[in-house]
Each structure stands twice: as structure tokens, then as C-alpha cells.
């Protein structure tokens, strides 16, 4: 299988430990979404990061549905996802807040990137942040409601856990925002991201530079 994406998305981070903790070797071609656009969009018309390249030369598009496959690959009672009940949707609860709050962080980066700053929407950026941080408040609970367990479902890591790291440390770099008014969840993100397997798919997130009239995009 071949993993296209660097490990500053942390779309793409996200299927990289979970490959790595299912035991699935991948070739990871670490394009860039920038860079790369033309190199990836031969594999994936949307020119996105993660692409996920099957050895039967089937392309999938969105991380979920490449999650989804592995999850299935792995089996029940193996999968990184619990199969059922009130445990799975906790899990998908948190995860959809987690992803809830790193899309609309990709749109606050984006904004930076592509619109010259004095065309910047303070509205708009105003209207993502307050979405972030209401996200992480309630991630924040869901982390001070598991203090003395391992894991944010059950006694074992789920995509829920991988979810919350991954997408916590890109939003602390990218916005950039501290995590301050957020101690459970910092404690969280920070042993997750203390775990080889976190640490060996990660690159710090390289700022771009905000376009201006002086410099246009
Ligand atoms: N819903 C998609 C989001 C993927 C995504 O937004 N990836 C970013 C990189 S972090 C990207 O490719 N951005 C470039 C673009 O959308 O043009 C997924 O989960 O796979």
C-alpha cells in the first residue's frame, strides 16, 4: 500500500499510527499538498493529502473511509474502533468533535494562505475560532471525565484517542492556539504524543507565510 501526505496533516498522521499499530507495512510517499498538487492529483482527482493507494491499485480519498478499510482488514475485536453500543458512540462523538474542530482550523490556515491579509474576513476567522474552542471545551470534559483511565473509551487506544492527539497538536502549532484553558485535554494529547508510535509519524507544521499585497498569493 502506498500512503501519500506528510505527517504535518494530521489527516494523514492519523492513518499512519493506525496502519503502524495494526501492523500494516505502507510505502509513504511524504508529498505535499502544496508542492506536490500535481503529483498527488495523478492519484486522487481532489489533490488531497491523505491518498491512500490499495496494492490492487484501488484509490481511496478521505481518511474515514481509508479507516474504515483498515478497521475492517483488522477484524473484529481488533479494530481501533469499539464495534458497537454506547462505547462506539463515544468514541464517534469525540471523534467527530475532534474532526469538527481540525476542518475548521484547515479553513482558518487557508484563509491565511490564500487571501492577502488586508482581504482577511476577522469575521469569519472570529466565527471558526469560537467553533475550535467550543470543540475543545467539550473534548476538555470528556478527558477530565476519564482522569484515572488510560484511554478517552474503554481500557484499551481507539481511533478516538489517535483522533484527539493528532488533531489537538495540529491546531496547538497551525493556529497556533495554547491549550492553557484546556489542562485534561493537554494532559491527554501530551502521553499520546509521548508514545513512539506518535512520535514516529510526526513532523512539526511548517507556518506558511500570510500572503500580503506585497507578497500576493
Ligand atoms: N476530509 C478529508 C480532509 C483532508 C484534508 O483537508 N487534507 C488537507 C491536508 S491537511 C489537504 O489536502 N488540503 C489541501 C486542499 O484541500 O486543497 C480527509 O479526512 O481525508
Known sequence: MILIGMYD?????????????YGIGFEHRAWSVGRDFDRIRQYNPLGRAPTLVLDDGEVLTESAMMLDYLDDRAG??????????????????????????????VLIVLERIFR?????????????????????????????????????????MTHADIAVACFTSHLREAIPLALDPWPALRAHVDRCEALPVFRDHYIPFDAPVPTSKATPA
Not at 9 to 21: E, H, N, P, Q
Not at 91 to 97: G, H, K, P, S
Not at 121 to 142: H, M, P
Request: include cysteine; charge should be positive.
Open 9 to 21: 496533516s494530521s489527516y494523514t498522521r492519523r492513518v499512519a499510527i493506525a496502519m503502524a499499530l
Open 76 to 105: 473484529a475485536g481488533h479494530a481501533l474502533m469499539p464495534a458497537t453500543g454506547i462505547a462506539r458512540r463515544d468514541a464517534q462523538r469525540l471523534i467527530a468533535l475532534a474532526t469538527g474542530a481540525i476542518d475548521k482550523a
Open 116 to 156: 492577502p491579509v488586508e482581504h482577511h474576513s476577522e469575521l469569519w476567522l472570529s466565527r471558526c475560532r469560537t467553533q475550535v474552542e467550543g470543540a475543545l471545551y467539550e473534548l476538555d470534559k470528556a478527558c477530565a471525565a476519564r482522569v484515572g483511565h488510560d484511554w478517552l473509551v474503554g481500557d484499551a
